[in-house]
């Protein structure tokens, strides 16, 4: 990001965040300003909370998910239904399932 348009987005965020706030106090719809307040937000995080949305892939599709606390990429068999979606070694070779 160009540092003069980070400056100004930085030194503006204040005023950003009070007016996204008394909108939504207000009851006034405001998606674009909450969008891109979230959107900035987001960008300028290293690190962000995924669990749940890795978690809700993971249940309703079968997918895999990264682990913060230990190295490789896991499944979990989250209930007995959750057994018959294939060999997730033949997916996922050298990966480790949860159980």
């Known amino acids: ?44 995080t290293e690190n962000l909370p995924a669990n749940l949305t890795q978690a809700q892939r993971d249940f309703f599709g079968g997918h895999t998910y990264e682990r913060t606390d230990k190295e490789g990429v896991f499944h979990t068999a989250w209930t007995d239904a959750h057994k018959d979606i294939g060999d997730i070694n033949e997916r996922k070779q050298g990966e480790n399932v949860q159980k």
């Open 1 to 44: 990001v160009d540092s003069g348009f980070a400056a100004e987005l930085n030194s503006r965020q204040l005023s950003w965040r009070r007016i996204a706030t008394l909108c939504i106090a207000s009851g006034i719809p405001m998606p674009g300003i909450c969008a891109s307040l979230n959107y900035f937000d987001s960008y300028r």
